[in-house]
C-alpha cells in the first residue's frame, strides 16, 4: 500500500495537467520501483552444462547406485546409460541428429525411459505420444510432428489397434523385436554434435484453435530449471516419477534426480490413479521427495492422515495449479513434518518460481504465494501497454531469461503473438495469460487466468479446443465450455450446447458425449452436458459465462437406464453416491468414473463407507475393482458382517474438511485478491 501510495504522489507532482495522464499511469512503477524489479529481484544469473553430459559425469561418480526402479526391476546408472547409448548409437545410424523429432509411445516402464535418455544422447528430441490418448489426438500430434522415427514395443503394436493404426507410414523402431540387434551396438557414450540451442522435446499441450499445439523446448532452458534444482533442493533423494512423459514435470523429475545421484521410482498408471497405493508405494519404497499437482497432493494427504505411518518424505513440490492449504493437507505437513515449495511455471517455460512454505504449518496462508524467479530467469508485472505495474497492483505476467522455450511447432503466428520483445532487456518474453502481483517483499501472487485457460487436476486445458469440437459437430449450433466449482472443492468441466436439430432429444447427449470421448483424453471431457434452448447473452450481444445455469443433478448423457437399488446394501451405497457426488439420482450400474467421480471424491466415498459397513470394505482399493453399485454391493454381500445403521450424520456431517470451512478459507482468498 505504501508503495502505491509513493506512485500516486510521484505521478502528482510530475503531471501539470490531470486530463493527460490516464489512470493506469499511477499504478505503473516508479523509477526506484523499477530499479528493484528490473535489478534487484530479477538478478538470477548463473552458468550450466549440457544435461547428457552430466548425466554421463554422474555415471562415472556413481556407476553401481541404483538410477531407476520399476516394481521389480531396476537399473544401475552405468547399466543405464550403456543401454541408452546403445540405443542412441542405433539412432544415430538411422540418421538421427540435432532437430530430429523422435516419437515415443512406449508404456510407463523402464524401456520408456532408456528410450527418451537415447533419444537425447542421439542429439535428437523426443515427442511423447501418450498410448492412452484417442486415435484422432495422436494421429494429428504425428502429423503435425512429422517425427522422423517412431520407438515404441511389440505389445503395443499387437494389442493396440489404436498404436498400429496411427503408425502406418511412420518410421517405426519395434524396441522388443530389435533389441537384440542394438544390444551388439557399442556401449560407449556418443559424440554429440547437439548444443544449448538445439531442441530437446516437443511436448503437445491443449490448443484454444481446436488443435493440440506443440511447445519446442530447447535444451538450454531445462538444463537452467535442473541445475537451479540441484543447488536449492535435496539431491541424491529417492524421488517418485509420478507425471506422465507428455507431462512438462516429467522431465523435471526425472533429470533432478539422474543428475545428483538420486533414485528414480517409476510407478504405472494404476497406481498413479490410485492415491492408496500411491501412498503404499512412498511408504514402502522410502520416497523422500515427489512432484505432485494439487489435485494429487489433496488425494494423497487425504490417504495419509488416516494411515499414519512413518514415511521418509522429505519435501514435496507443487505446481500446475493453485496451491489451496485446505485442513487435511495442513495436517499431512504436521503429521509427515516435510517441506513444501510452491512451483510456477508453464509448457512454454517450466517450473520458473519457487516459494518454501515455512516450518510451521500454522503460519501458512491459505493461497501460498509462487515465489520469485529461479536463476537466468525474469519475471514481470505488466499492464496491457507492456508497462512495469508497481508491487500491489495486479497485471499479467510475463516470463523472460533462458528459462523460455523455442514457440509452437508449425504456429510462427501464435508464437509471434505469445513470445514478444523484452522491452526491458534481450531476448524475449513469454505473455503466459496468468494475472499476478507483485508482493512487497518480492514474492508473486498469482491470481488466475485472464483466458478461457484453467486447469483441473494439473492438467492444463484450452475451453477454447473443447468448445472448437463441439462447434465441429453437425448437431450442435453453439457451444460453450466452463470450469464449475459449484461444491468447493471439486472442480469440473461443463459443456453448454444449442442443438442444431428442431427438436432436442436424449440421444444428442449421448451422440456428443460419445463423440468427445474419441476425440479427447479422459481429462478433458467434460462432467456435464447442459442442452440449452440458447446462450444467455450480455447487453452488448456477447456471451454471458456468468449466466450459464448450474448443471442439473441428473446422469441423462449416460446411455444405461436407470435401475434402481434392490437390496439394503445397495440402498446404503446409493445414498453415499448421491450425496458426495452431488445426484439426486444413480442406477446400481453407472460406473463411479463416468458419472462425475474422481479419485478424491471416491476417497470421500470410501471414508462413509467404512463408518457404515466397518470390516466389510478393508481397502480403498475394492472401489477401484468394483466401480458400480451393483458389483460392490455383491462383493460387500460375500462377507458375513452387517452394514451398521445408517448414521443420517455420516451424509450430513464433516467430511475431511466441512463446507463452511471451505466457504469461509474461499471468501478470505476472495478478498485476498480483490485487496
Same mark, same amino acid.
Given at each position: 500500500m505504501k508503495s502505491m501510495e509513493n506512485s500516486f504522489r510521484v505521478e502528482l507532482c510530475e503531471s501539470q495537467d490531470e486530463s493527460q495522464y490516464p489512470l493506469r499511469h499511477v499504478i505503473t512503477a516508479t523509477t526506484k520501483e523499477q530499479l528493484q524489479i528490473l535489478v534487484g529481484w530479477n538478478n538470477t544469473v548463473t552458468d550450466y552444462q549440457c544435461i547428457h553430459e552430466w548425466f554421463e559425469e554422474q555415471t562415472q561418480q556413481t556407476p553401481d547406485h541404483i538410477a531407476v526402479v520399476f516394481g521389480h526391476e531396476q537399473l544401475t546408472y552405468q547399466q543405464?546409460?550403456?543401454?541408452?547409448?546403445?540405443?542412441?548409437?542405433?539412432?544415430?545410424?538411422? =540418421?538421427?541428429?540435432?532437430?530430429?523429432?523422435v516419437g515415443i509411445c512406449i508404456e510407463r516402464s523402464l524401456v520408456m525411459l532408456v528410450a527418451l535418455l537415447a533419444v537425447l544422447k542421439a542429439g535428437g528430441a523426443y515427442v511423447p505420444l501418450d498410448p492412452s490418448y484417442p486415435s484422432e489426438r495422436l494421429a494429428y500430434?504425428?502429423?503435425?510432428?512429422?517425427?522422423y522415427l517412431l520407438l515404441t514395443t511389440t505389445r503395443l503394436l499387437e494389442t493396440s489397434s489404436v498404436i498400429s493404426h496411427i503408425a502406418e =507410414?511412420?518410421?517405426?523402431?519395434?524396441?522388443?523385436?530389435? !533389441?537384440?540387434?542394438?544390444?551388439?551396438?557399442?556401449?560407449?557414450?556418443?559424440?554429440?554434435?547437439?548444443?544449448?540451442?538445439?531442441?530437446? &522435446?516437443?511436448?503437445?499441450?491443449?490448443?484454444? @484453435?481446436?488443435?493440440?499445439?506443440?511447445?519446442?523446448m530447447e535444451h538450454l532452458a531445462l538444463l537452467n530449471l535442473i541445475d537451479w534444482h540441484i543447488h536449492h533442493r535435496?539431491?541424491?533423494a529417492k524421488t517418485l516419477q509420478f507425471a506422465p512423459l507428455s507431462f512438462d514435470i516429467s522431465f523435471h523429475e526425472i533429470f533432478s534426480t539422474w543428475c545428483s545421484g538420486g533414485t528414480l521410482v517409476l510407478i504405472s498408471d494404476e497406481q498413479r490413479r490410485n492415491p492408496e497405493a500411491l501412498f503404499n508405494i512412498i511408504w514402502e519404497q522410502g520416497i523422500e521427495k515427489l512432484y505432485l499437482p494439487f489435485a494429487a497432493l489433496q488425494q494423497l494427504a487425504q490417504v495419509a492422515i488416516r494411515r499414519p505411518l512413518q514415511t521418509k518424505l522429505r519435501e514435496i513440490m507443487t505446481a500446475g495449479e493453485q496451491l489451496q492449504i485446505l485442513p487435511n493437507i495442513a495436517q499431512f505437513f504436521q503429521q509427515t513434518g516435510c517441506r513444501l515449495h510452491n512451483h510456477?511455471?508453464? @509448457?512454454?517455460?517450466?517450473?520458473?518460481?519457487?516459494?518454501?512454505?515455512?516450518?510451521?504449518?500454522?503460519? !501458512?496462508?491459505?493461497?501460498?504465494?509462487?515465489?520469485?524467479?529461479?536463476?537466468?530467469?525474469?519475471?514481470?508485472?505488466?499492464?496491457?501497454?507492456?508497462?512495469?505495474?508497481?508491487?500491489?497492483?495486479?497485471?499479467?505476467?510475463?516470463?523472460?531469461?533462458? =528459462?523460455?522455450?523455442?514457440?509452437?511447432l508449425n504456429r510462427p503466428e501464435l508464437t509471434k503473438e505469445r513470445f514478444i520483445t523484452n522491452p526491458f532487456g534481450s531476448g524475449l518474453l513469454y505473455k503466459t495469460g496468468d494475472l499476478a502481483r507483485c508482493l512487497p517483499d518480492g514474492n508473486l501472487q498469482h491470481l488466475g487466468r485472464s483466458d478461457s485457460q484453467v486447469k483441473v487436476r494439473g492438467f492444463r486445458i484450452e475451453l477454447g479446443e473443447i468448445e472448437g469440437l463441439l462447434a465441429k459437430h453437425p448437431m450442435v449450433q453453439e457451444s460453450a465450455v466452463i470450469l464449475r466449482e459449484d461444491v468447493p472443492g471439486n472442480k469440473r468441466l461443463v459443456a453448454y450446447i444449442v442443438s442444431s436439430q428442431d427438436t432436442i432429444t436424449h440421444d444428442l447427449e449421448v451422440i456428443v458425449h460419445s463423440y468427445l470421448r474419441?476425440?479427447?483424453?479422459?481429462?478433458?471431457?467434460?462432467?456435464?452436458?447442459?442442452?440449452?434452448d440458447q446462450m444467455p447473452l450480455t447487453p452488448s450481444g456477447k456471451l454471458d459465462r456468468r449466466s450459464l445455469p448450474v448443471p442439473k443433478r441428473s446422469l441423462s448423457v449416460l446411455t444405461t437406464e436407470l435401475v434402481l437399488p434392490q437390496t439394503e446394501t445397495e440402498k446404503?451405497?446409493?445414498?453415499? !453416491?448421491? &450425496?458426495?457426488?452431488?445426484?439426486?439420482?444413480?442406477?446400481?450400474?453407472?460406473?463411479?468414473?463416468?458419472?462425475?467421480?474422481t479419485s478424491l471424491l471416491l476417497l470421500q466415498v470410501y471414508e462413509k463407507l467404512t463408518n457404515i459397513f466397518g470390516d466389510c470394505l478393508t481397502t480403498i482399493t475394492t472401489l477401484f475393482e468394483y466401480p458400480t453399485i451393483q458389483t460392490l454391493a455383491q462383493q460387500l454381500s460375500q462377507n458375513t458382517s452387517k452394514p451398521k445403521a445408517t448414521n443420517q450424520n455420516l451424509l450430513s456431517g464433516n467430511r475431511c474438511f466441512t463446507v463452511a470451512q471451505q466457504q469461509k478459507k474461499l471468501r478470505q482468498a476472495h478478498r485476498a485478491r480483490q485487496r
Amino acid at each position: 500500500m505504501k508503495s502505491m501510495e509513493n506512485s500516486f504522489r510521484v505521478e502528482l507532482c510530475e503531471s501539470q495537467d490531470e486530463s493527460q495522464y490516464p489512470l493506469r499511469h499511477v499504478i505503473t512503477a516508479t523509477t526506484k520501483e523499477q530499479l528493484q524489479i528490473l535489478v534487484g529481484w530479477n538478478n538470477t544469473v548463473t552458468d550450466y552444462q549440457c544435461i547428457h553430459e552430466w548425466f554421463e559425469e554422474q555415471t562415472q561418480q556413481t556407476p553401481d547406485h541404483i538410477a531407476v526402479v520399476f516394481g521389480h526391476e531396476q537399473l544401475t546408472y552405468q547399466q543405464l546409460n550403456q543401454r541408452a547409448n546403445q540405443l542412441a548409437h542405433h539412432l544415430q545410424a538411422l =540418421g538421427v541428429e540435432p532437430e530430429t523429432l523422435v516419437g515415443i509411445c512406449i508404456e510407463r516402464s523402464l524401456v520408456m525411459l532408456v528410450a527418451l535418455l537415447a533419444v537425447l544422447k542421439a542429439g535428437g528430441a523426443y515427442v511423447p505420444l501418450d498410448p492412452s490418448y484417442p486415435s484422432e489426438r495422436l494421429a494429428y500430434m504425428l502429423a503435425d510432428a512429422q517425427v522422423y522415427l517412431l520407438l515404441t514395443t511389440t505389445r503395443l503394436l499387437e494389442t493396440s489397434s489404436v498404436i498400429s493404426h496411427i503408425a502406418e =507410414g511412420y518410421s517405426i523402431v519395434d524396441l522388443d523385436r530389435e !533389441w537384440e540387434t542394438i544390444s551388439q551396438v557399442s556401449n560407449h557414450n556418443p559424440v554429440s554434435l547437439v548444443k544449448h540451442h538445439n531442441l530437446a &522435446y516437443v511436448l503437445y499441450t491443449s490448443g484454444s @484453435t481446436g488443435k493440440p499445439k506443440g511447445v519446442m523446448m530447447e535444451h538450454l532452458a531445462l538444463l537452467n530449471l535442473i541445475d537451479w534444482h540441484i543447488h536449492h533442493r535435496i539431491t541424491s533423494a529417492k524421488t517418485l516419477q509420478f507425471a506422465p512423459l507428455s507431462f512438462d514435470i516429467s522431465f523435471h523429475e526425472i533429470f533432478s534426480t539422474w543428475c545428483s545421484g538420486g533414485t528414480l521410482v517409476l510407478i504405472s498408471d494404476e497406481q498413479r490413479r490410485n492415491p492408496e497405493a500411491l501412498f503404499n508405494i512412498i511408504w514402502e519404497q522410502g520416497i523422500e521427495k515427489l512432484y505432485l499437482p494439487f489435485a494429487a497432493l489433496q488425494q494423497l494427504a487425504q490417504v495419509a492422515i488416516r494411515r499414519p505411518l512413518q514415511t521418509k518424505l522429505r519435501e514435496i513440490m507443487t505446481a500446475g495449479e493453485q496451491l489451496q492449504i485446505l485442513p487435511n493437507i495442513a495436517q499431512f505437513f504436521q503429521q509427515t513434518g516435510c517441506r513444501l515449495h510452491n512451483h510456477y511455471g508453464a @509448457t512454454e517455460c517450466q517450473d520458473v518460481t519457487s516459494f518454501t512454505l515455512s516450518s510451521d504449518v500454522n503460519d !501458512w496462508d491459505f493461497l501460498p504465494p509462487i515465489g520469485r524467479p529461479i536463476h537466468n530467469t525474469e519475471i514481470y508485472i505488466l499492464d496491457e501497454l507492456h508497462q512495469l505495474l508497481s508491487p500491489g497492483v495486479a497485471g499479467e505476467l510475463y516470463i523472460g531469461g533462458k =528459462g523460455i522455450s523455442r514457440g509452437y511447432l508449425n504456429r510462427p503466428e501464435l508464437t509471434k503473438e505469445r513470445f514478444i520483445t523484452n522491452p526491458f532487456g534481450s531476448g524475449l518474453l513469454y505473455k503466459t495469460g496468468d494475472l499476478a502481483r507483485c508482493l512487497p517483499d518480492g514474492n508473486l501472487q498469482h491470481l488466475g487466468r485472464s483466458d478461457s485457460q484453467v486447469k483441473v487436476r494439473g492438467f492444463r486445458i484450452e475451453l477454447g479446443e473443447i468448445e472448437g469440437l463441439l462447434a465441429k459437430h453437425p448437431m450442435v449450433q453453439e457451444s460453450a465450455v466452463i470450469l464449475r466449482e459449484d461444491v468447493p472443492g471439486n472442480k469440473r468441466l461443463v459443456a453448454y450446447i444449442v442443438s442444431s436439430q428442431d427438436t432436442i432429444t436424449h440421444d444428442l447427449e449421448v451422440i456428443v458425449h460419445s463423440y468427445l470421448r474419441d476425440c479427447l483424453p479422459d481429462y478433458m471431457i467434460p462432467a456435464a452436458l447442459v442442452l440449452l434452448d440458447q446462450m444467455p447473452l450480455t447487453p452488448s450481444g456477447k456471451l454471458d459465462r456468468r449466466s450459464l445455469p448450474v448443471p442439473k443433478r441428473s446422469l441423462s448423457v449416460l446411455t444405461t437406464e436407470l435401475v434402481l437399488p434392490q437390496t439394503e446394501t445397495e440402498k446404503k451405497i446409493t445414498e453415499v !453416491w448421491q &450425496y458426495i457426488l452431488q445426484l439426486d439420482e444413480v442406477s446400481v450400474n453407472h460406473n463411479f468414473f463416468e458419472v462425475g467421480g474422481t479419485s478424491l471424491l471416491l476417497l470421500q466415498v470410501y471414508e462413509k463407507l467404512t463408518n457404515i459397513f466397518g470390516d466389510c470394505l478393508t481397502t480403498i482399493t475394492t472401489l477401484f475393482e468394483y466401480p458400480t453399485i451393483q458389483t460392490l454391493a455383491q462383493q460387500l454381500s460375500q462377507n458375513t458382517s452387517k452394514p451398521k445403521a445408517t448414521n443420517q450424520n455420516l451424509l450430513s456431517g464433516n467430511r475431511c474438511f466441512t463446507v463452511a470451512q471451505q466457504q469461509k478459507k474461499l471468501r478470505q482468498a476472495h478478498r485476498a485478491r480483490q485487496r
